[in-house]
C-alpha cells in the first residue's frame, strides 16, 4: 500500500521559516520524482518546487531564493525548506510523487498541511 504523507506546516509570523516534509512509503522512492505543490483558497493548485531522482531541482519565480527542496532516499523523504515566508505563501502544502516513466494520472498525492503566514 502506497502511502504520502506530508508534515510540517503551521502558523508563522510573515519573514519566517518552516520545515515541510513528505515521507512515502510502498514505491520504489528514490526512482520517483517529487513535487511540492499548493492551493491557496479560491485558486488553483501550482507547483512551487519539485526535484528529480537525479536531485535537479527547479522552483516556482514566487519562491526561488527563498524556497530550497531537498532529498533524502535513505529515509524516503522530500524536505521543503522554507524561508522568508510570506503572507502570499499561505495555502495547503501537498506532495506529489511522479514515477518517470507513466503518466501524471498514476501520481501519487499526499493529504496536504497547512501553511498560515500571518502576524
Known amino acids: 500500500q502506497v502511502q504520502v504523507v506530508e508534515s510540517g506546516g503551521g502558523l508563522v509570523q510573515p519573514g519566517g521559516s518552516l520545515r515541510l516534509s513528505c515521507v512515502a512509503s510502498?514505491?520504489?522512492?528514490?526512482?520517483?520524482?517529487v513535487g511540492w505543490y499548493r492551493q491557496a483558497p479560491g485558486k488553483q493548485r501550482e507547483l512551487v518546487a519539485r526535484?528529480?531522482?537525479?536531485?535537479?531541482?527547479n522552483y516556482a519565480d514566487s519562491v526561488k531564493g527563498r524556497f530550497t527542496i531537498s532529498r533524502d532516499n535513505a529515509k524516503n523523504t522530500v524536505y521543503l525548506q522554507m524561508n522568508s515566508l510570506k503572507p502570499e505563501d499561505t495555502a495547503v502544502y501537498y506532495c506529489?510523487?511522479?514515477?518517470?516513466?507513466?503518466?501524471?494520472?498514476?501520481?501519487?498525492w499526499g493529504q496536504g498541511t497547512q501553511v498560515t503566514v500571518s502576524s
Open positions: 526535484i528529480t531522482s537525479g536531485s535537479s531541482t
Open positions: 510502498g514505491i520504489a522512492f528514490s526512482i520517483y520524482a
Open positions: 506529489n510523487a511522479r514515477h518517470p516513466r507513466l503518466p501524471s494520472s498514476y501520481d501519487y
